[in-house]
């Protein structure tokens, strides 16, 4: 696996392994203290080197993976990859190079694209079929295939590298965002809680709790200096403190080496967040109660989208070598100016908030009324099982019944069938008899 085609895709694939970013940040801060910056700095890259392809958080990222693993083994194709741009490649202009590949690579690809077309029908299926007699939002199925062309479902063309592509630059593009709106809504419902909480309580206890939410507040925003994001003194800070290296010997090339992880010539966003940990360590213990980690990890995305602000010049949300050095010689980087944390900051208006409150009834009201509707249903349905077992009681009591007076006037049994065990009269069977014999 050639290491050019991986840094190329990398711009389109960033890391986002959102729920496992505390494991991978304890791995990507693993420096050794007696580290040799001289060998660092001329540690040459190792052509051929397995990359691991990042997690992009997509749900098709497996389906993602396997085209660039089955493309790159395509020698033409892999020689386009390495001279193209990332406009080149978010253009489309590349996914028409598709048409040169090798017949074994376009198989493979056919088959591939057959194998997730099942996967999403699959899906799909499911999904109507939970929201039956409840409404389904056709657009938001539909939107399930917008990174193949389901209208040839099975060729892989190039539309087919074209709209993967587009789909995922727009999706890991939104990604942000999305983190974003998710915060606010929890720290809304946070605060919606809170107060619903305290209008329980009678006057005595909302003033306690009150005042103990305050002191909360004060006690979270009681912490040492924060430093700016990707300046100087926070970067030596964590040269000095997590790799153990003299501050006065502070080289931004040989800090950019020891923190490319991987060795591939980037900082993607994962190691860049990783750079942020001893900063966010001093506003946020998960011992303490007035910290709450989903507020370190908001803290951690924006001191990240920062950075990526300021370096990240052409915008493929990598940091290159280059890159990283010219900011550093920014004034900037030298006297920037105080980072205001969350907690100086209003996340969201009333406004907001009676909006989001509003939304929450309605919900509860629809839920509300699903449950009595279902309540409904449930003593209808007993009702109904009621009334059969009734009947089959009395069915059951007709047939008894109906056995007993056989049994008094005389009458046989039934089969085992059910059927009447009917014997002639014994005259009947007599001269039968007889006149048998008398045929003999």
């Not at 693993?30 to 990359?51: C, F, L, M, N, S």
């Not at 083994?73 to 390495?82: I, V």
């Not at 974003?180 to 305290?198: G, S």
Request: charged fraction near 35%; include cysteine; glycine fraction near 4%.
């Amino acid at each position: 696996m050639m290491m050019m085609f991986q840094m190329r895709w990398r711009t389109i694939l960033p890391q986002h392994c959102v729920l496992l970013v505390i494991c991978l940040l304890i791995n990507l801060e693993a420096v050794p203290i007696d580290i040799d910056k001289t060998k660092v700095q001329g540690e040459p890259h190792v052509e051929g080197a397995k990359i691991e392809t990042p997690d992009t958080g997509l749900y098709y990222d497996e389906y993602l993976k396997q085209v660039i693993d089955v493309l790159e083994t395509d020698k033409h194709f892999r020689e386009k990859l390495q001279t193209a741009d990332i406009e080149e490649i978010k253009s489309g202009k590349l996914s028409k190079e598709l048409d040169l590949v090798s017949h074994h690579v376009r198989t493979r690809l056919d088959e591939l694209k057959r194998q997730e077309v099942a996967r999403l029908r699959m899906l799909i299926k499911a999904k109507m079929d939970s929201f039956q007699d409840t409404g389904i939002d056709h657009q938001a199925l539909l939107k399930q295939f917008e990174h193949l062309n389901h209208q040839n479902p099975d060729t892989f063309e190039s539309k087919d590298l074209d709209m993967l592509i587009k789909a995922a630059t727009s999706d890991l593009e939104n990604y942000d965002k999305t983190r974003h709106d998710e915060f606010k809504k929890y720290e809304m419902m946070k605060e919606h809680e809170r107060r619903e909480y305290l209008k329980t309580l009678n006057e005595e206890k909302r003033r306690e709790e009150e005042s103990k939410y305050e002191e909360m507040k004060k006690k979270h925003g009681d912490h040492p200096k924060i430093n700016h994001p990707g300046s100087k003194d926070q970067l030596k800070e964590v040269w000095e403190e997590s790799d153990g290296l003299d501050p006065n010997d502070f080289n931004p090339k040989t800090f950019f080496k020891l923190h490319d992880v991987n060795n591939d010539g980037f900082l993607d966003e994962q190691e860049l967040e990783a750079l942020f940990t001893k900063e966010l360590e001093k506003v946020y213990d998960p011992k303490n109660e007035e910290d709450d980690m989903v507020e370190m990890e908001e803290e951690r995305l924006r001191m990240r989208e920062h950075v990526m602000n300021e370096i990240d010049v052409n915008k493929d949300r990598l940091v290159t070598l280059h890159e990283f050095l010219k900011a550093t010689e920014k004034k900037e980087f030298l006297e920037p100016d105080s980072w205001e944390t969350l907690d100086q900051q209003q996340v969201f208006t009333e406004e907001e908030l009676k909006e989001f409150e509003t939304h929450i009834l309605q919900q509860e009201n629809e839920l509300l009324k699903k449950a009595e509707d279902l309540q409904q249903q449930k003593e209808e349905l007993q009702k109904q099982h009621d009334q059969l077992q009734a009947q089959k009681q009395e069915l059951q009591q007709v047939v008894q019944q109906m056995e007993q007076r056989r049994l008094q006037q005389g009458s046989p049994l039934s089969g085992p069938a059910g059927e009447l065990q009917f014997q002639p009269p014994v005259e009947h069977q007599v001269g039968n008899a007889q006149n048998h014999l008398a045929g003999v």
